[in-house]
């Protein structure tokens, strides 16, 4: 799936040597795309809701890359912590960042829409995507005043495989997506790039991590230990990709695939995703029960 920006011709090494900035860089695959991008020659920002996990990335930079890497305690879900975020990015960076990766995200599903709840779409919408929000609307401006740089948005292929029960995922992740396309739209023709990842399942904790019920978590546990990626492989395909112009990253074929599918045939798309999922194990506990809702982690 090609951006605009590489159909008009010529990529970048923008993620060598960036100024970036990562949310949710404690763990899974924004610790990836920050170890990745200090193996790169570039100095990361490393903002997350549990500091410790940060501390613990940014030690990872010093003793793996030598490179220069910070922590800061960040909620994306909050304005105002976003807000200092961006601040104290520009002032450590003694200017704007040059590549932001807007990452954090949490698990949720288990439940069809009318049993979900609004406190968890509340919760789920919060990070997931206001998240993203906030790290656009904050972010956007200083890198087009710069007129160069990049933004990394983590979606999800759930954006568009609207697989059911998990409603509350899906709207923000496809949110994301939409965002990130109008966002690119946006930046057109200047040298800002924009980019979307759209993964299926990453070997990280967003399952453990999130409110999911039993019986979907098994199910997610047991795909992502047999099908899915490293969140190493990923970012740096991501990253490459980002070099490359990209707008959509399709990391997996099974992705590539629901893509395809869904657009030639939506509605035996339907029929079929929701003729499968009622052979599956049903729900046996609520979204809520025994989760860290605390915690601020990956989405895939």
């Not at 509340?122 to 200083?142: D, K, R, S, T, Y």
């Not at 059911?164 to 109008?182: D, F, I, R």
């Not at 695939?257 to 729900?283: D, H």
Request: charged share 15%; glycine share 12%; hydrophobic share 45%.
């Amino acid at each position: 799936m090609w951006g605009l920006n590489h159909l008009l011709g010529g990529g970048s090494r923008r993620t060598y040597g960036a100024k970036a900035v990562v949310t949710g860089a404690g763990s899974g695959i924004g610790r990836a795309f920050a170890l990745e991008l200090a193996a790169r020659g570039g100095q990361v920002v490393c903002a997350d809701i549990d500091k410790e996990r940060a501390d613990q990335t940014v030690r990872l930079i010093e003793r793996i890359h030598g490179g220069t890497a910070h922590a800061i305690f960040c909620d994306v879900s909050d304005r105002a912590d976003m807000e200092s975020l961006a601040l104290h990015t520009e002032l450590l960076f003694q200017g704007p960042p040059t590549l932001v990766i807007n990452n954090a995200g949490v698990g949720i599903g288990g439940s069809p829409v009318g049993e979900i709840g609004l406190d968890d779409w509340q919760w789920a919408l919060g990070i997931n995507l206001w998240g993203v929000v906030h790290g656009c609307e904050l972010f956007a401006p200083q890198l087009r005043a710069a007129g160069r740089g990049g933004i990394i948005n983590v979606a999800s292929a759930a954006g568009f495989a609207a697989a059911p029960t998990m409603g509350a995922y899906n709207v923000s992740k496809a949110a994301v997506m939409s965002l990130s396309e109008t966002l690119a739209a946006e930046m057109s023709g200047s040298d800002v790039a924009v980019t979307v990842l759209c993964p299926t399942f990453v070997k990280t904790n967003v399952a453990r991590d999130g409110r999911i019920g039993a019986a979907s978590m098994s199910l997610a546990e047991t795909l992502m230990r047999w099908t899915g990626f490293s969140p190493e492989h990923v970012a740096t395909m991501t990253l490459d990709a980002h070099d490359r112009g990209r707008l959509y990253v399709l990391p997996q074929l099974d992705a590539q695939l629901i893509w395809l599918l869904k657009r030639q045939f939506p509605t035996l798309y339907t029929c079929g995703l929701g003729a499968l999922t009622r052979l599956l194990p049903q729900q046996d506990s609520p979204t809520g029960a025994a989760v860290n809702t605390d915690t601020e982690k990956t989405g895939v």
